[in-house]
Every structure is written in C-alpha cells, then in structure tokens.
C-alpha cells in the first residue's frame, strides 16, 4: 500500500473518531447541554404591585380621614447585564446589574380638618427608575429549565410633593422633600431555554426601602395655619416576564 494512501486512511479514521465523539456528546447533553453560563443580556416588562402604606400625624388638633390610592397597580420594564456559571452538578452562580423604570404612581389624597374646614391634601412620590445588583444562586430542574433564588441592594432617588385642591388653601414650604431610597431586593426566578443562545425569564421580585416623611404646613381657608407630617412606607412586588441572550461556554 503505498505512502498516500496510508495517509488518507489514517485522516479518514482521525475524521470518523472525531465526528463519533462529538455525536456521542451531542446526545449525552456534552455540548447540545444548555449550561445557563456565560454573559447575559436581558430586556423585560410586566407588573409592579405598589404599596405606599400612607398614613397622617399632626402637631395640632387637626383630623383626617383615609388615604386614596394606598395601594396601586404600576408597569415596568428593566434592562440587566449579567454574568453567571454552571457547575457539574447542575448549581447555578451569578450576579447582574439592571435599570428598572416605571411608570409614575398616583397621589395619594386626604382630607385634613381643623375648626370644621376642610383642606384636600394630595402627597405625590415620584421615582421612575432604580438601578439595582443582584446575587443569583439555583439549581438546574432541567437541562433547559433553570430555578433560582436573587437578592440584592438598589438605589432610587424620591421627591415626594405636597399639594392641595382646595380653593383657598396653601401649602406652606417646604411643598417637596428629596430622598435617596436605598432598596433592599429579594426573589424567586425561572429561566426556560429556547435555543443554546436565548432565554425566556419569569420572576417574581420583592422590594421595600426606608420610611418616608415629610413635614407639611398648611394654611386652610379659615385662615387658620397648623403642621401635619405624612408618613409612607412604600414596598413594591414585581411580575416580570422578559427575554436573555446568553453568551456562554457552549455556544455564542
């Protein structure tokens, strides 16, 4: 047999042993295996539960009834980057940073009395975005179905405003306080695979911040001036449905 031919034979079974082994991986889940790992880049959206808990106190004789809108129905959308890894066992470890924006919550409303005249007080929060990093930790149920738990810290900045509608009424200043929220972040996530390089999402997160206040003056139309302090303890539970790509040691 001569020299070439020798060496044709020798690529050929090279070539064979090779296509074998990656046919043997391909069915065990070796490298069709989606490993969740990798940098990820994620879009979502869906509902945010909010609830403001408001309540009134008062320096001076003044009543109140209950607020409006204590409780209200918000959406939101967020964009994260994250990075994670898969170990042999199937445990699953990471973390990623994201920006959450939503649409602006409703005032709460009240009516305060003092000397049998009534003042409508409104309170306004506004905090349309927060930035937040996580720490991810979980399991993999399935080859192509991942369940884990996050918790992390976030930021928001808050200006929460004082008005009235009453005709004749005033709000002395200060109208609105300027707070840093710091966020505290805890939940529960499933990620499906639908291809080796994109992720269906679905998570459920829970958030709450410090208690809010501010010192409201208020002059009613009987002339009469007197100081009431609205207080909030605002915490928000997130629904959120989204779509990852993944960039990971399998395939990118």
């Known amino acids: 047999m001569s020299r070439s031919i020798k060496k044709a034979f020798l690529a050929l079974s090279l070539l064979t042993s090779c296509a074998s082994g990656f046919a043997l991986d391909s069915l065990s889940g070796g490298l069709a295996r989606y490993n969740f790992s990798g940098i990820s880049i994620g879009v979502g959206a869906g509902y945010n539960g909010l609830s403001l808990s408001p309540t009134l106190s008062n320096s001076v004789s003044a009543t109140n009834t209950s607020f409006t809108n204590g409780s209200q129905s918000l959406l939101s959308a967020y964009l994260d980057l994250g990075y994670s890894v898969t170990t042999p066992s199937r445990w699953f470890f990471g973390g990623d940073f994201n920006i959450n924006l939503t649409n602006s919550a409703q005032q709460t409303s009240t009516a305060v009395t003092k000397s049998a005249v009534d003042t409508q007080l409104s309170v306004k929060n506004s905090n349309n975005y927060t930035f937040a990093a996580d720490a991810l930790g979980g399991y993999m149920l399935a080859d192509d179905i991942l369940l884990y738990l996050r918790v992390g810290l976030g930021y928001s900045a808050n200006d929460m405003t004082a008005s009235t509608s009453t005709t004749g009424a ?20 499933l990620k499906y695979t639908v291809t080796q390089n994109f992720n269906v999402t679905f998570s459920y997160i829970h958030t709450m911040t410090q208690n809010l206040s501010q010192a409201i003056s208020i002059t009613d139309t009987g002339a009469a001036t007197y100081s009431v302090t609205a207080r909030q303890n605002p915490s928000w539970n997130a629904l959120m449905i989204g779509l990852e790509m993944q960039c990971s040691s399998v395939a990118c």
């Open 170 to 189: 005033s709000i002395n200043a200060p109208a609105t306080d300027n707070e840093s929220l710091i966020l505290i972040r805890a939940g529960l996530g």
